[in-house]
Each structure stands twice: as C-alpha cells, then as structure tokens.
C-alpha cells in the first residue's frame, strides 16, 4: 500500500528501537564495566588484607618462615582471579624490595614468575607510594602499565611481625602484601561476557520487532487496508450497492468499521435527499441551521430576569452551547458548555448534549444530579473520547438563590457592586470519566445582580501576534461595569474581543450569556 501506515510504524519502531538499543548499550557497557573495576578492586584488597592478616605470625628477617607459602597464596590467587600475590620485604635506605613469598593465578607472566621468587631483591625499585605504607599508610591503590601486563595494584601494610628469640608479637611494619590483577584479562572476560549479552538482546529485539510487525499487519494494516478499500470504492462506485466492512470484535477498528457502516447509509440516504446540491456546503448549512435551531432565543426577559446570549462559532458550525428555561415550578435554568474540538463532530455532540440537559433540567433535577446523569450517559455511548465542559444552574426567583455546580468548564462572574469569582470546588469535564460526582453551591443574587458566563474562546481570543486576551483583561473589563453597568454586557466584551484581536481570525468558538435580576423581581 502506497505510504502505508504499516511501514511507517515499522520504520518508526526500527528507528525507535535502533535509538534504544545504542543508548541501552552504552549505559550498560559503562555500567557493567565500571563493576568489573570495582570487583577487581574488591578482589585484590580483600586478598591484600586477608594475606596482611595471615603473615603477621612470620618473621620478615627468616626467609624460612615463609618456604611453605606459596600454595596458599596460590589458592587466593585462583579462587579470587589474581594475577600475582607476594609479600615483600623493603630496604628505605636503598629503596630495593627484596621478595619473601610469591604467589601465582593461571594467567601470571612467565617472565614475571621466574624473575620473582623469594629472596629475589630488586635493587633500587621501592615507590614513593610503597614508602608510604612504611610510615603507616592503610592501603595504595595503584593502575600501572609496564612490560608485563595493564595492572591493578593494591600495597597493604602486614601491621606486626613475629619474634622468633622473644617469642612476641612485635608492633612494627618491616613488610608489605601486594596484590596485582590483569586488567587486560578482566577485560577480556568482561568483553566476551558483555558480547554475549549484546547478541542475545539483538535477537530479542529482532524477534520483538517481528512479532510487533506481525501484529500490527493483521490486527491493525490488513483491516486498515480493507477501510481504505471500501471508503474508496465507496466514494467512486457508479452503483448503487455498498458492500459493508465486517465487524469483528469490539477494539477500535471494529468501531471504525461499524461507525463506517452507518455513516454510509446516512450519507446514501442524505445524498438522495440533497442530491443537487453540493454535499459538503449543504451539509454545513443544515447543520448550522440545526444547531441554531437547538438553542433558544439570545434575548429573554420576564419571571424576574433579563437573558442575553451571544454565540459566535469560529467555524460554520461550533461546538459551544448555552440554553435557559423557564421550568414548571417557576424556577429558572441555565446553562453554558464547550465540547473538545470544532466543527460537524464537535456540533453533533452539542446537539447531544443541550438535549440531555434540556431533558434533566425539565425532569427537575438538581444541577449536581443534573452533571452525573449527563456524564453518566454521554460516557457510555462516547466512541471518539470526546468531553464537554459545562456549567448549570438553576435560579429560585422567590427566594433569590442560585444553586450552581460545574463539570470542568471557566468559572463564571458575578457582577454586584463587586466582582465574585464562582470558583468554588468543581468535577472533571463530562463525557470522559465514570461516576464523577458534582458538588453543588449556592449563592444569594440580588436586584441588578448578574450572572456571566463565557467559554474559553472569549479569554483565548487571539491577535495577529498570537498573544491572548487573558483572565485578567476579562476581569478587568467586567470590574468596570460592576453597580450599575451597562444594559448589555455581552456587546461591550464582544468589542474588547474585536479591538485585541484586530483583524486576526477567529481561532476558537466564542460563547456568553448573561443572566440579571430585574428590580420586579422583589
């Protein structure tokens, strides 16, 4: 399939995974190699100190003490991997070593174990380094190239000797343990290990990548093929038959698959109807009529109130709402909401929902019922995850009371002889999350009192510099016409909207209304 959406995601996920797996190996060659130092470290200071302890019981000055030495330290060398362990008598004055016992691991230097046995002296060649461990230094640690081998040294002073005349412990440090271990062999074992992890992850992520490729072909390329099949077929057939998509299970393709179904007789029998018409034009017409239709006049007054609307979709059609009525028991609702997204699938939810909320508010609920059950029923049946803020309200003319709750929408104003912010404690946006509960709050409005409500494209209008009007340039502006104000409010921020944007296009819905006490309410 020409740019298939298959090899995109494959493509996608080799880069992806590629990407991955260098970072992955880098950061675990790094890691793992700085263990194998560290182990290295911890082998020849663990040997360095368990042989400092043992030949403390020796005599520096009886080389025969030390004769059946070297099996011993044979065997730390083999059980810990050292290269070479000896003890080593100094002369300060002379700075030369003289070797007391000398100790091999199975990758030693034969070089080095037939120049190095005991009683060898090597004239001349004591460090700073060991002179140190002399005058009480604990250990040295040393990373050292010569023409032996890469190596890891550790010197550790033996603290005490034995006396062989006075048969006592004598607290002096007249030798030294050394320990050295191959860095070259560590390596060597560190990088055959780490090649063997490095071709074991390649075909784990080879295999990944097959079978997520497998997958993706069947479960999601192969149908996806199969819509763009039939779509096409569907908007170029000269016939008069639709063959329908199969719909198998119940994950996202077979809802794409049956909503396809039904958007296609819909669209068979709307095309019947409208034929000489330009379908899309139409469509959009008849969609802005309908929406019209749907909500009620933008100028309303009696039962105590005044209610002004305005509603200016930045698209034919939008998908902001407000409505009010007048309900049986006198009282009166409101309403203002702003569905995700624009245009005919933000529309068509709007529909939806000023119905809902038309119903409930007729069947009298209370404006926290009024949200849960709206929610309630707009999740379940929501299959493009879309959601709506809303704001409800419900005015008791008698008593002059406001009960109010809000699902996620802008908090609305009122404008007394100060400007209140009804930001009180809301729920989440309907439409996405089950079981949401709405509090619900209430305040006393009194004659000249009004209500302002307004979706996010009053304060997201934008200028030609992208900048937004704001909060508080709509606060501002209704501060000043808080007493006794204006007649209508929503003329003077249409304005302010107008003169900030300046000519730039309208980039989001822009929805108010207006709610105020008249004096013949009391």
Not at 193 to 201: K, S
Not at 469 to 478: C, I, M, N, S, T
């Amino acid at each position: 399939m020409k740019h298939s959406v298959f090899w995109k995601i494959i493509i996608g996920l080799l880069i992806f995974l590629t990407l991955g797996e260098f970072v992955m190996m880098f950061v675990m060659y790094q890691f793992t190699y700085n263990n194998a130092v560290e182990d290295a470290t911890a082998s020849i200071r663990y040997a360095a100190s368990t042989c400092a302890n043992a030949f403390e019981v020796y005599n520096p000055d009886d080389l025969s003490d030390y004769k059946d030495s070297q099996a011993f330290l044979n065997n730390i060398c083999d059980g810990l991997d050292i290269t070479y362990l000896y003890v080593l008598k100094p002369d300060l004055t002379n700075r030369d070593e003289t070797y007391l016992a000398t100790g091999y691991g199975k990758n030693a230097s034969e070089e080095f174990v037939n120049n190095r046995y005991p009683g060898y002296t090597v004239k001349g060649k004591l460090r700073d380094d060991q002179i140190k461990i002399m005058n009480g230094e604990k250990e040295v640690m040393l990373h050292e190239k010569n023409q032996y081998d890469d190596t890891l040294i550790c010197f550790m002073p033996v603290k005490r000797y034995y006396n062989n005349q006075t048969n006592k412990f004598v607290n002096e440090i007249k030798s030294m343990v050394c320990a050295e271990i191959s860095l070259t062999r560590v390596m060597e074992k560190f990088n055959n290990q780490y090649m063997r992890f490095v071709v074991i992850d390649l075909i784990v992520a080879a295999l990944l990548l097959g079978t997520t490729g497998i997958i993706l072909y069947f479960r999601v390329s192969k149908p996806l093929q199969l819509i763009s099949s039939r779509m096409k077929g569907f908007v170029s057939r000269k016939d008069e038959f639709f063959e329908k998509l199969p719909v198998k299970g119940k994950d996202e393709i077979a809802e794409m698959s049956d909503a396809f179904n039904t958007m296609a007789e819909e669209i068979d029998e709307f095309i019947t109807r409208l034929a000489e018409l330009n379908r899309q034009k139409a469509e959009l017409n008849i969609a802005h009529n309908i929406q019209r239709g749907l909500l009620p006049p933008q100028e309303y007054q009696g039962s105590g109130v005044a209610i002004n609307a305005a509603m200016l979709p930045a698209k034919d059609v939008g998908g902001d709402l407000y409505d009010y009525q007048v309900l049986e028991n006198g009282n009166i609702f409101v309403t203002i909401a702003d569905v995700s997204g624009k245009g005919i699938t933000a529309a068509l939810f709007m529909a939806r929902a000023i119905t809902l909320l038309h119903e409930y508010a007729t069947l009298g609920y209370s404006p926290g019922r009024m949200l849960f059950e709206y929610n309630s029923n707009l999740v379940a049946r929501n299959p493009n995850k879309m959601f709506i803020t809303t704001f409800v309200a419900v005015y008791n003319p008698r008593t002059g009371e406001l009960t109010y709750a809000n699902a996620g929408h802008n908090y609305p104003y009122i404008l007394s002889d100060k400007l209140i912010k009804l930001e009180q404690k809301s729920g989440a946006a309907a439409g996405v999350f089950k079981g949401v509960k709405y509090p619900e709050h209430t305040i006393k409005m009194n004659a000249g009192d009004r209500l302002f409500l307004y979706t996010d494209g009053v304060t997201e209008a934008q200028n030609k510099g992208q900048e937004l009007l704001g909060d508080e340039a709509l606060e501002e502006l209704l501060r000043r016409h808080t007493g006794a104000g204006t007649a209508n409010l929503i003329d003077e921020v249409i304005k302010a909207i107008r003169a900030f944007a300046d000519g730039a296009e309208q980039a989001d819905d822009i929805t108010m209304l207006t709610f105020r006490v008249t004096p013949d309410n009391n």
